[in-house]
C-alpha cells in the first residue's frame, strides 16, 4: 500500500446497565406491536447484546498495543460514553442522533446503526469497523486488511448456511448470507459465485466511498435495515454481509485467511477457550469474545472470568483510560463480586492459567471499593 493516510477506527458501543437507556429500551419495546414482537430476531433482544463488560475499554488497548499509527477514533452510542474514558483530540463520541434521522430513533438495532457509519463528519476513506467485542491480537500490517484498490475479509468458522429462503429460527447473520444472495442473483454479476458462508467476527476493513456508492445502489437494503427498531428475523444486517459480498462481486474484496479465535462465554468450556486464547496472544491477528450469556445476571462468574482475562492479556491501561480511582494510568478496577467469587477462583486455580499466560488467581486484597 501506497496510502499513507491514517487509517481511522470506528466502534459501536452501548451501556445495557444504565439505567436511563434501559427505561428507553423498555418503552421501545412495549411500543411494539404483538407482530413486530415476533418479528425480533433470535437472540434480539437479550442483555447479552447490549451488556458493558469492560469490553471496549480492552479492545483499545489492544488497538493502541496492536496498531498504534491508528488514525482517529469515534465511539457510535446513544447519550452515552464510558465513565473511564479520557477526553482526547483524539477521539470523538458520535451520538445516534447526530447520524440518524429524528424520526428513525430510537433503535436498538446494530444493524440498523451501523448503516449509518460512514455518515461519519471527517472519517477516512479507509477505516476498521469494530464491534467491541472485537480485538487485534498481534501487530497490524495494514496490507494484511487493505489492497491497492480495496479490502480483504474472511469467512467465519461457523458451519455452512443452508441454501434456502430467510427463517425465522436463523442467526442474523445466517440470513443475512441468504439475503446478500437473493440481491445479488437478481442483479448483473455473472462472475459472482454465492459462498453459503457467514463472515468472521473481525475487525472489518472498510472504504468510505464503498458505502456511499452501495446507499445509491441498494438503497431497497439500506430502507430495510433502517426500518428496524429491535433487530428482526427478515431485516437482517447488511454492513457484516452484504456490503462485503458486494465488493466481492465487484472485485474491491478478497477472501483471504487470517489466524483468529472465537470465544463464546455462554458455552460450558468458556474458561479453557480463555486458557487457549491467552496461550496463543500475539499469534493471532485477531480474536472475538461474543457474550452469548443472553439474559444471565450480571454477577454471573463467566462475565468475570472474562474480565479476569482480558486483563491479564491487556493489563496496561492505554492513554484513552482516565482513572479517576487511583489517580494513575488505570490498572483494572475489579468488581467487588469478582473479588470474592468462589467459581471464579476454582476456574482460575483449575485451568492453572498462570502457567499459560500469566494469570495468576487474585484475591480480596485487590478489592477497591
Not at 427463517?167 to 448470507?177: G, I, K, V
Not at 450480571?298 to 491479564?312: F, S
Request: aromatic content about 10%; charged content about 25%.
Amino acid at each position: 500500500m501506497t496510502d499513507a493516510t491514517p487509517i481511522d477506527i470506528v466502534y459501536l458501543w452501548v451501556d445495557g446497565n444504565d439505567p436511563a437507556w434501559r427505561r428507553r429500551r423498555h418503552r421501545a419495546a412495549e411500543k411494539l406491536s404483538v407482530l413486530h414482537r415476533d418479528a425480533i430476531a433470535v437472540y434480539g433482544n437479550v442483555e447479552g447484546r447490549f451488556r458493558d463488560n469492560d469490553e471496549l475499554r480492552y479492545s483499545l488497548r489492544a488497538l493502541e498495543k496492536f496498531f498504534p499509527e491508528h488514525g482517529h477514533v469515534y465511539i457510535v452510542t446513544d447519550a452515552q460514553a464510558p465513565g473511564w474514558l479520557r477526553a482526547s483530540e483524539h477521539i470523538t463520541i458520535v451520538d445516534h442522533a447526530s447520524l440518524i434521522p429524528a424520526a428513525s430513533l430510537p433503535t436498538f438495532d446494530s444493524g440498523n446503526i451501523e448503516s449509518y457509519i460512514h455518515r461519519i463528519p471527517n472519517l477516512s476513506e479507509r477505516f476498521f469497523y469494530f464491534n467491541d467485542d472485537v480485538f487485534f491480537g498481534a501487530p497490524v500490517k495494514v496490507d494484511d486488511w487493505f489492497s491497492d484498490d480495496g479490502i480483504r475479509v474472511a469467512w467465519s468458522d461457523e458451519p455452512m448456511v443452508s441454501d434456502e429462503p430467510l427463517r425465522q429460527d436463523a442467526t442474523s447473520l445466517e440470513n443475512a448470507c441468504r439475503l446478500s444472495g437473493q440481491w445479488l442473483a437478481a442483479r448483473d454479476f455473472p462472475a459472482y459465485r454465492h459462498t453459503f458462508r457467514t463472515f468472521a467476527h473481525s475487525p472489518r476493513p472498510m472504504l468510505r466511498s464503498m458505502l456511499f456508492a452501495l446507499e445509491v445502489a441498494a438503497p431497497d437494503m439500506f430502507s430495510m435495515v433502517r426500518s428496524t427498531v429491535f433487530r428482526t428475523w427478515d431485516k437482517p444486517t447488511i454492513v457484516s454481509d452484504f456490503v462485503m459480498r458486494w465488493a466481492i462481486a465487484n472485485g474491491v474484496a478478497t477472501v483471504r485467511d487470517y489466524s483468529h479465535l472465537y470465544v463464546s462465554t455462554g458455552d460450558t468450556d468458556t474458561a479453557h477457550q480463555l486458557a487457549a486464547l491467552i496461550a496463543q496472544l500475539g499469534k493471532l491477528a485477531f480474536f472475538c469474545i461474543n457474550d452469548t450469556t443472553d439474559d444471565a445476571h450480571t454477577l454471573d462468574p463467566r462475565l468475570a472470568l472474562v474480565r479476569e482475562a482480558l486483563q491479564q492479556i491487556f493489563p496496561e491501561a492505554s492513554g484513552f483510560e482516565n482513572d479517576a480511582l487511583a489517580g494513575q494510568p488505570a490498572p483494572y478496577r475489579r468488581r467487588r463480586s469478582d473479588a470474592v467469587n468462589p467459581v471464579l477462583q476454582r476456574n482460575l486455580y483449575e485451568l492453572d492459567l498462570h502457567k499459560v499466560g500469566g494469570m495468576v488467581p487474585v484475591t480480596g486484597a485487590e478489592e477497591i471499593v
